[in-house]
């Protein structure tokens, strides 16, 4: 079970230190967050099959809800994009 605890706290207080260390200036700074989140599901997908098990249901509810704020930065960048055209 603690396989796969530590590299999904380590992925995620990487990926939120990451995001919110630095001011966004532009829908590039976002873009740049985007790619660091979906590297961040796959880092996730590799741990959960790495150990054989689902921790109750946890580790894919995770990846779940990261697909989705992944889809919903991956608009804001579009939108972003757009404003500024």
Known sequence: MKKIIVPVS???SIFAAGALARDVHD????HKV???LQQSIHDMERAQAANH???GGHAAKAIELMRQAEQE???AVEA????HH
């Open 27 to 30: 829908w590039q700074d976002l």
């Open 80 to 83: 972003r994009k757009a404003d």
């Open 53 to 55: 098990y689902d921790m």
């Open 10 to 12: 380590i992925a995620l």
């Open 34 to 36: 985007h790619m660091k």
């Open 73 to 75: 930065l991956g608009q």
